[in-house]
């Protein structure tokens, strides 16, 4: 394989546009969530994606964080950067479902600067939907079925 080959075997994705995504979320940015560099912290992108998403399933009544019998445990996550996010910017998160099974959902996440067009930074994670006392994985519930099937890309 020749170095130009091998350069477009590894070609990196285009950044995501916002019209890919089916749910929006507002999210806030901090003061606290810059590093030293100016740019918000890889680490805060993580935290925004979970936040997206687990304030989408609070806010269509599918997660009750104290009581609710079934959760979702992460056993997967990944990110790309596109662009950079700082404080104080607004970020919207755009939500979609990638792979929708049994228990588990992959949920894709792009945080797009205010209105802009293209995401400034992508990544997912992968839920496995567990009984909250015995931690085993069980069915996504109807309802909840229904919603994510709304939401897959």
């Known amino acids: 394989m020749t170095a130009s080959t091998n350069r477009k075997a590894t070609r990196r994705p285009e950044p995501g546009e916002r ?9 806030t940015t901090r003061w606290a969530d810059n ?3 100016g740019h918000m912290n890889n680490v805060v992108h ?3 994606f979970d936040t997206a998403v687990n304030g989408w399933l609070i806010e269509n009544g599918f997660l009750d964080i104290h009581a609710g019998a079934q959760i979702g445990l992460v056993v997967e996550t990944g990110c790309r950067y596109h662009g950079e996010l700082a404080f104080p910017d607004p970020v919207i998160a755009g939500i979609r479902v990638a792979r ?3 228990s588990s959902v992959r949920y894709e996440v792009g945080l797009f600067r205010g209105e802009a067009k293209i995401a400034s930074a992508e990544g997912f994670f992968v839920h496995v939907y567990v009984d909250r006392a015995t931690r085993r994985p ?3 519930a109807g309802r909840l079925r229904a919603k994510l099937a709304e939401i897959v890309a």
């Open 19 to 27: 019209g890919a995504y089916r749910a929006f979320m507002p999210l």
């Open 35 to 37: 590093d030293v560099y």
């Open 138 to 140: 069980s069915p996504i």
């Open 100 to 102: 929708l099974g049994q």
């Open 46 to 48: 993580y935290s925004l």
